[in-house]
């Protein structure tokens, strides 16, 4: 008992203490911060007795060895009873040892054993109830990928990964890359199939995975309208008995051939996927029905179509088979059966809460946060979205139906709406009475439009300020302004934020001139509707009125890019541009103009007037051309083609060009005129003539026209000189004695001026008008071919106070091209927004 140790009374330290403070997650960094277990480490388990020979047997170690008797040397018989309770081992001399027990574990030196600690621990071990010092976890082992199970495996994960790829495509609308990822999903699953065989395994083949393959494909087939490609992977599918309610598909084969409007095999292949449905799917029943009466409806058959949609709205009813219905009525005129059929429609249930769920309670902030939160989430917009359809439907319906279910169109709305008032729909009554005023206006009878519209002027405010918006659009166009005015300022009291309201009222100001007060109320329309292109329209012109281009050319293109391909905008931002001086830009959007309405002559003759006026003769000839060719009948086009002609030396085909003028304005002179003077330019003398005198019969007192025939009777010959010289003079003397009746009513001292500067001009007259001569012959050797003989010939007799018509005036004409005035572009026509509604 010497070896023995015992914890000296002074102390007095438990040897457990510490250990209900013990973390239970056993935290070994911890042990070294408890002061507890410190203490008892250093009391108890640091004091043992040094352990002996670690292999029995052996001389090493402090203890004394053994005896045969089994007695210590030391401590004599003391001894037994330790020795006794061990297991003997025996020794090399075969003796049992008494300071060991097996595996080198020490004997406990107290005679209770301490919970959750171990003094049998082997010499030279380290704490570690967690077993932390044995390092990390082996690794896993790695999987043997050479094996066909494995590669089979790997190969079905590619096919599910191509299908959801060929998916994804599909819904991103790439269509040519989700038939390519379904046909690389289809070669993949035949070579797992033949790999299955291979291996023996074909009993295990996924039938799933090849379902949705070739499902996969079929559709991706139909995406990319390759039909016959997708009725056979169809085929492929139906066939295989071992696809369970494979034969649901026939619907998608149905739907392809109405696709390609062979609709009696469409029927054939609905009624067939209808008799493999059980009775069970009612749902999927009652819309094949729906199909197969639509089928019906586009083959003419409009009993047999009649005969599933009463079947539908017996067992099942909805919305869009009560329209079809009602339609199907009106095709074959069974007045009764469309009331009836309206009556069911405006009956059937909706299966949407009521709105006033959505108003949120005063005292109640919980519930105001949650009804917040669902007031625009995605079932309420479904529902909005269902209820807006159904209206549609229901006003449609009434409009059709109203003029054929009575004996006029305004007794037959009057019983919708009567119908209307005692469903659920009661609000689509007073849009009906609008509607009814809309087929008052259609039909041309105004006064009973306006009637019916000022009926609403006591009702409640939305239909109220609707029914005004419209009247004062209905004087506005009748050009009584005072009246649009006060229906456009009722509209605004009954709703301020009804923007058609204010569009119409800034209307009035705009006609009154009042351009700053307009603008004002078309900017008050857009802070209460963004959207309002009709305000900022109105606004653009309004600014380019008062001379403010730069904002007038910010409100055009704010609303380019509401409007990507309005005409009427990009037309006034080519004139904004060009009214900045800027050409080029206004060329850039006549151009993209071209591009959306691509036959309007008068964009192409503006492009040839800009094109003209930069100096690119051929660009310009290109866009005039262009215009003559879609409205042969613009003055100022036929006039610069003309002139174009003539100045590149064509004079025979500017003719064409100054005969359609003469169509066009047959009671002006100057063209025929002009046709004669490209004869003579061409050499065509006796052409010339003819036409001189044909212009000379239908217009005698024309001074040119006999001017120029004297002088080509003179140059030609021809006896009738002598006759058209007598004309000439008595139509000059005729024309000296009407400007002088007009000089005689002038006061005396002008008149005395005046006669002595006509007395000089008559001695001019008299003695010829060789200077007068000499400008005209200026003239004309400015043009080309002026080295004709007759124009060295004498200018006597000949008064040059007439101009040829193919001088250098006429070399650059002026187009008047222009899209519109701005009273023209003036967007009153769509001011009432609530005029023609849906």
Sequence with gaps: MENVHLVPEEEEHDLYTGYNDYNPTFDSEDLHNDVGFQQAVRTSHGRRPPMTAKYPGTAIGGRPIGTAYGEDSSQGRKGEGLQESRMHVGTAMGRPMTGAVQDGAARPMTAVRAAGYSSSIARGSVFDPLGQSKGPAPPLETKNEDTPEEKIKILEKKVNDLIEESCLAHARGDLQLSLEKAKEAGRKERALVRQREQTGTADHINLDLTYSVLFNLAN???????????????????????????????????????????????????????????????????????????????????????????????????????????????????????????????????????????????????????????????????????????????????????????????????????????????????????????????????????????????????????????????????????????????????????????????????????????????????????????????????????????????????????????????????????MLEDPHQAIEWLMQLTSVTPTDAQVLAKLGDLYDNEGDKSQAFQYYYESYRYFPSNICVIEWLGAYYIDTQFCEKAIQYFERATLIQPTQVKWQLMVASCYRRSGNYQKALETYKDIHRKFPENVECLRFLVRLCTDMGLKEVQDYATKLKKVEKMKEIREQRVRSGRDSSARGRREGSAGSDSGQSNHGTSAKGERLSVKLKTLPGSNEPYEASTQQEIDASYVDPLGPQMQRPKTAARKHTEEDEFADEELGDDLLPE
């Design 220 to 578: 991706q087939y139909a995406n990319n309208d390759m039909y016959t490609e997708a009725l056979n992977t169809y085929q492929v599918i139906v066939k295989n008995k071992m696809f369970n309610n494979a034969g649901r598909l026939k619907v998608n084969m149905a739907n392809i051939y109405f696709k390609q409007k062979n609709y009696t095999k469409a029927i054939k292949f609905y009624r067939m996927a209808l008799d493999q449905i059980s009775n069970a799917h009612n749902a999927m029943r009652i819309k094949i029905m729906q199909n197969i009466g639509v089928v019906f409806i586009h083959m003419g058959q409009y009993s047999d179509a009649i005969t599933s949609f009463e079947y539908i709205m017996s067992e099942s009813p909805n919305i869009k088979t009560g329209f079809n219905l009602i339609l199907c009525y009106y095709a074959i005129g069974d007045r009764e059966r469309m009331k009836k059929a309206f009556q069911k429609l405006i009956c059937v249930p909706l299966g949407i809460d009521d709105d006033d769920k959505y108003i949120p309670p005063n005292d109640d902030p919980h519930g105001n946060m949650v009804i917040e939160a669902i007031k625009n989430d995605k079932l309420h917009q479904m529902e909005r979205e269902r209820k807006a359809l159904a209206e549609k439907y229901i006003m449609t319906s009434a409009k059709l139906i109203a003029p054929a279910i009575e004996s006029s169109f305004a007794a037959g709305f009057d019983w919708c709406v009567d119908m209307v008032k005692g469903s659920q729909y009661v609000e689509l009554a007073n849009d009906l009475e609008i509607s009814k005023a809309i087929t008052y206006l259609r039909q041309r009878d105004f006064r009973q439009a306006v009637e019916t519209l000022k009926m609403f002027e006591k009702k409640d405010s939305r239909v109220k300020s609707a029914a005004a918006t419209n009247l004062s659009f209905l004087y506005f166009l009748e050009k009584d302004f005072d009246q649009a005015d006060r229906y456009a300022e009722l509209a605004m009291s009954a709703d301020r934020y009804n923007p058609a309201a204010l569009v119409n009222k800034g209307n009035t100001e705009f006609v009154k001139e009042d351009y700053e007060k307009a603008a004002e109320f078309y900017k008050e329309a857009l802070r209460n509707d963004s959207s309002c292109t009709e305000a900022l329209y109105n606004l653009g012109l309004t600014y380019k009125r008062l001379g403010r281009l730069e904002e007038a050319l910010d409100c055009f293109l704010k609303l380019h890019a509401i409007l990507r391909n309005s005409a009427q905008v990009m037309y006034q931002l080519a004139n904004l541009y060009e």
